[in-house]
Structure formats: structure tokens, C-alpha cells
């Protein structure tokens, strides 16, 4: 009997978490079997937000997230680096909007633009760094009251990259 107390016990005290809170532009961190060893992962919510790609004068393309009516993604990928290594510092992100009414989505491919899917490789590294549009892959999004199911693999081409696939729930409290 003294067994099965202790087991009870050890179940509830390792099940139970305690809750964060969290603003509205939620950064969660991915679990752990999701994002690669060497890095860390997060994602933001950016309710009532818009993405758009901008120009600059040399003809890079760079993401601006300004106040708008869908709902913008960004997962992050920070590769970790000695700190005292100078223009060692490697991120990747990914971004994209939704509809915030829209509960279920499903696309492929050129589709992938219609949420305007873009990939950035931010590193000190000669010839492929920016932000760039994705069109090689495929995007799953269920998403209902503050829960958003997201399923993604994708591929650049001629552009190195160390996350090919996102496959997380993510929870985020709604805007009113």
C-alpha cells in the first residue's frame, strides 16, 4: 500500500506545472525534440499584425510586421555560440500570417505564398543571408481559441538551412 502512495505522489509531483503568464505577443519556447541540440527555439504570436517583404536599395528583401488584421507567426532558431567568438552568431526564422477566423488550413508548394511563407538566414556568412519567399514545401494549420496546431516542412533551394520542419501546439491567450 506504502507503494502505491509513493507512486501517486511522484506522479502528481512530476505531472504538475506551474502556469506563466504571457502577453498578448506571446515568445514561447519549443519543446526540446523539436529544435535542433545546438539552438534554441521560440515562437511569437503577433495577433492583429500584418507581414509584408520590403525592398532595400541593394535589392535584399527584409520582413515588416506592422498593426493589421491577421495574425503573424515567427518562429526563431538561435544557434548557440562561445561568447567571446566574434560573427559567430547564426539565426533562422521563419514567418508567415493566418487568418485569424479561419480554423483549418492546408497548403503547398506556390501556396505557400499566399500566407506570404518566408524563411531569413541571418549570419555572417558570404552569399546567402536575408529573408527569402518559400515555395518548396507544405504548411498545416489548425488553430481554435488560442490553440494553434502547426505542421511544416520546407526546403530552400540554393540556401543553407538547419530547420527543414516545424511540428508544434501552441498555445497563446486571444486578444479581444
Same mark, same amino acid.
Given at each position: 500500500?506504502?507503494?502505491l502512495r509513493i507512486l501517486i505522489i511522484f506522479s502528481?509531483?512530476? $505531472?504538475?506545472?506551474?502556469?506563466?503568464?504571457? !502577453?498578448? !505577443?506571446?515568445?514561447?519556447?519549443?519543446?526540446?525534440? !523539436?529544435?535542433? &541540440?545546438?539552438?534554441n527555439c521560440s515562437f511569437e504570436v503577433l495577433q !492583429?499584425? /500584418?507581414? $509584408?517583404?520590403?525592398?532595400?536599395?541593394?535589392?535584399?528583401?527584409?520582413?515588416?510586421?506592422?498593426?493589421?488584421?491577421?495574425?503573424?507567426?515567427?518562429?526563431?532558431?538561435?544557434?548557440?555560440?562561445?561568447?567571446?567568438?566574434?560573427?559567430?552568431?547564426? /539565426? &533562422? +526564422?521563419v514567418l508567415f500570417e493566418i487568418d485569424p477566423g479561419?480554423? &483549418?488550413?492546408? %497548403?503547398? *508548394?506556390? &501556396?505557400?505564398?499566399?500566407?506570404?511563407?518566408?524563411?531569413?538566414?541571418?549570419?555572417?556568412?558570404?552569399?546567402?543571408?536575408?529573408?527569402?519567399?518559400?515555395?518548396?514545401?507544405?504548411?498545416?494549420?489548425?488553430? @481554435?481559441?488560442?490553440?494553434?496546431?502547426?505542421? /511544416? /516542412?520546407?526546403?530552400?533551394?540554393? %540556401?543553407?538551412?538547419?530547420?527543414?520542419?516545424? *511540428?508544434? @501546439?501552441?498555445?497563446? +491567450?486571444?486578444?479581444?
Open positions: 500500500m506504502t507503494l502528481l509531483v512530476f $505531472s504538475c506545472a506551474p502556469k506563466k503568464d504571457q !502577453n498578448d !505577443n506571446t515568445v514561447i519556447p519549443a519543446p526540446r525534440i !523539436n529544435c535542433p &541540440e545546438e539552438g !492583429n499584425s /500584418s507581414l $509584408s517583404l520590403k525592398t532595400d536599395e541593394f535589392g535584399k528583401q527584409y520582413p515588416v510586421i506592422e498593426e493589421g488584421d491577421k495574425t503573424v507567426i515567427r518562429y526563431q532558431f538561435k544557434k548557440q555560440t562561445p561568447p567571446d567568438a566574434m560573427d559567430a552568431s547564426y /539565426s &533562422e +526564422y479561419r480554423v &483549418e488550413l492546408s %497548403i503547398r *508548394d506556390e &501556396e505557400l505564398q499566399k500566407v506570404k511563407m518566408t524563411f531569413g538566414r541571418i549570419c555572417y556568412c558570404k552569399g546567402s543571408v536575408g529573408y527569402f519567399p518559400v515555395t518548396q514545401g507544405q504548411l498545416f494549420i489548425y488553430q @481554435n481559441k488560442g490553440h494553434l496546431q502547426l505542421r /511544416s /516542412s520546407f526546403k530552400m533551394r540554393k %540556401i543553407p538551412q538547419v530547420i527543414t520542419e516545424i *511540428d508544434e @501546439n501552441i498555445q497563446y +491567450y486571444l486578444k479581444n
